[in-house]
């Protein structure tokens, strides 16, 4: 009588497992990239600016000098509505020298800003983000971010004429008082 010697046979678990680890080696990789892209699909969906575009009014004046329901009250803020009503739109992007700033050349270059977002606001139809429940800053101002119906962007404008600085991460800043 031959004995023949049987391959050895490892218990069912053992080959239940090495099938299970071919097949995830197999898709791992197709499934952890599908994931990071639904979820950035996901994120620019919900967060992108431009979702609902609302169109500004056509007429702005400067703050004060007139009875117009919109107005410029700095290079980087607007007000919206009847006076008793007034709703203060903080427009992002940019950040514009302050009205009261630290020197004599902060607040000159504050001015310049200012005229500038109000001719560029009357110039043509000027569009805002943020949807019906836009976010807010610490002032209660509404956060929203303007453009034109071809997409260019106020930000880029300010920025780009020297008018204001960036904002945000890696933003230069700007010295007004040098």
């Known amino acids: 009588m031959i004995h023949r010697h049987k391959p050895p046979r490892f218990d069912a678990r053992w080959?239940?497992?090495?099938?299970?680890?071919?097949?995830?080696?197999?898709?791992?990789?197709?499934?952890?990239?599908?994931?990071i892209l639904a979820a950035s699909w996901l994120l620019t969906r919900?967060?992108?600016?431009?979702?609902?575009?609302q169109a500004l009014p056509q007429r702005f004046v400067l703050c004060g000098q007139g009875g117009a329901s919109?107005?410029?009250?700095?290079?980087?803020?607007?007000?919206l509505g009847p006076f008793d009503q007034r709703?203060?739109?903080?427009?992002?992007?940019?950040?514009?020298?302050?009205m009261n700033g630290a020197c004599a050349g902060e607040r000159e270059a504050a001015q310049r800003a200012r005229?500038?977002?109000?001719?560029?606001?009357n110039a043509e139809r000027a569009y805002v983000d943020g949807g019906e429940q836009p976010p807010r800053d610490r002032y209660g101002r509404e956060?929203?971010?303007?453009?034109?119906?071809?997409?260019?962007?106020?930000?880029?404008?300010?920025?780009?004429?020297?008018?204001?600085?960036?904002?945000?991460?890696g933003a230069a800043s700007i010295d007004w008082c040098a």
């Not at 919109?70 to 803020?77: R, Y």
């Not at 709703?87 to 302050?98: I, K, Q, Y």
């Not at 929203?144 to 945000?168: F, H, K, N, P, T």
Request: aromatic residues 6%.
């Open 115 to 121: 005229a500038a977002l109000l001719v560029w606001l």
């Open 15 to 35: 080959q239940a497992k090495r099938r299970l680890s071919g097949w995830w080696r197999a898709v791992r990789l197709p499934l952890v990239l599908a994931a």
């Open 143 to 169: 956060l929203r971010a303007a453009s034109r119906a071809d997409g260019s962007l106020l930000a880029d404008v300010m920025i780009e004429s020297g008018l204001a600085q960036g904002s945000g991460w």
């Open 46 to 53: 919900t967060a992108t600016p431009g979702q609902d575009p």
């Open 87 to 98: 709703r203060r739109v903080r427009l992002t992007g940019f950040d514009a020298p302050e």
């Open 70 to 79: 919109a107005c410029v009250i700095d290079g980087d803020t607007v007000a």
